[in-house]
């Protein structure tokens, strides 16, 4: 995210807005790497004790869905693994981002691919019903004021192991009606590192080309008014 914010010719002294910040980790790197003047906001009570501990003083507690901030502030919106949430009002919230963004402003939207690795426990544990297409994606960026110059998959290297994961999973594990729970859990730190390094490389094939494939989207829009 952070190299592809510095591709849009971003200054020193633009406003980006980071919707859904969570923790406040991308927040920090975009503040530290890109620009100071970083917002952020996030609907999760229990992320905001970190804001503090990462020097976060322009972030709040918010919906999406009624972005706290006046139409036209920012020359970057940051949206990632957000529009799938149960929560979101996926037609209204997409039209809050392009409100609050500067003509010529930019948006960036990370999302997760295909209906077919839709997990029922997992998505119902952490509160997400959508996957997405490319094509899904641009028609509802064909309601807003806001022209797609670029869109691409992104986790290649993932997909493999995500769809395996999801797709044996059920034969081997029946899904709890009463608590589902969510069958991300902490990675051994060696398989950790190889595909954080295996992800670096992929950003690097990124820079000068589209993947076809990938277990997220991205996609690039630019408000034309």
Not at 56 to 61: E, G
């Amino acid at each position: 995210m952070i190299d592809t914010l510095k591709t849009l010719g971003l200054s020193r002294e633009s406003r980006i807005l980071d919707a859904g910040c969570g923790t406040g980790r991308n927040l920090q790197m975009v503040q530290e790497s890109v620009a100071p003047e970083g917002f952020g906001f996030d609907i999760a009570s229990a992320a905001s004790p970190f804001w503090p501990r990462r020097n976060l003083d322009r972030v709040c507690l918010a919906s999406v869905n009624d972005i706290p901030f006046k139409s036209g502030y920012f020359d970057a919106v940051v949206s990632i693994d957000l529009l799938e949430c149960d929560a979101v009002d996926e037609a209204g919230a997409f039209a809050e981002l392009c409100r609050v963004l500067k003509p010529k402003g930019f948006m960036i939207l990370v999302v997760p691919a295909y209906d077919w690795l839709m997990s029922e426990e997992h998505h119902k544990a952490v509160g997400a019903s959508r996957r997405y297409s490319i094509r899904k994606l641009k028609a509802m960026a064909a309601q807003q004021p806001v022209r797609v110059i670029r869109s691409t998959h992104v986790f290649a290297s993932m997909l493999p192991l995500v769809a395996a994961y999801r797709l044996l999973l059920p034969h081997f594990r029946k899904p709890s009606p009463d608590r589902p729970v969510s069958e991300i859990k902490p990675m051994n730190p060696v398989i950790d590192e190889i595909l954080f390094q295996t992800v670096r490389l992929e950003g690097k094939i990124m820079r000068k080309a589209d993947l076809p494939f990938g277990s997220s989207i991205m996609m690039i829009l630019e408000k034309v008014q």
